[in-house]
């Protein structure tokens, strides 16, 4: 089994900075594609952005890109988004998700299929962003 844990969340203003963090515990010996998502209440879960441990491919939903960096640690266990330049929009319930496998390279219908959540089957509880001015 695989656990992930997510920290980081809280409240920033418009035009603020965010980071969070993801750390997965647990059965994992080998490559892995890590995500974040956000959700709001009644609507769907949306991908943010995604990482391949090996070589670290990253993947990025175009409402996020050039503001929003998602990296890893060399244990390739922990990764991060760092959420810069933030709107009102980015409030969310972001949550940190992981496949063991790479990243699906697919993009159909201008989403990457990396950023959808029926590739990974490990998710975390969720951390709360809350934008306001």
């Known amino acids: 089994q695989v656990q992930l844990v997510e920290s980081g969340g809280g409240s920033a203003q418009p035009g603020g900075s965010l980071r969070l963090s993801c750390t997965a515990s647990?059965?994992?010996?080998?490559?892995?594609?890590m995500a974040w998502f956000r959700q709001d209440v009644g609507k769907e879960r949306q991908g943010v952005a995604a990482?391949?441990?090996?070589?670290?491919?990253?993947y990025y939903a175009d409402s996020v890109r050039d503001r929003f960096t998602i990296s890893q640690e060399n244990d390739k266990k922990t990764i991060y988004l760092q959420m810069n330049e933030l709107k009102v929009e980015d409030a969310s319930m972001y949550y940190c998700?992981?496949?063991?496998?790479?990243?699906?390279?697919?993009?159909?219908?201008?989403?990457?299929?990396?950023?959808?959540?029926?590739?990974?089957?490990?998710w975390g509880q969720g951390t709360q962003v809350t934008i306001s001015s």
């Open positions: 647990g059965d994992i010996w080998r490559s892995t594609c």
């Open positions: 990482i391949y441990s090996d070589g670290g491919r990253t």
């Open positions: 998700a992981l496949d063991l496998h790479s990243c699906s390279g697919r993009y159909s219908g201008g989403v990457w299929a990396a950023l959808t959540p029926a590739e990974y089957p490990y």
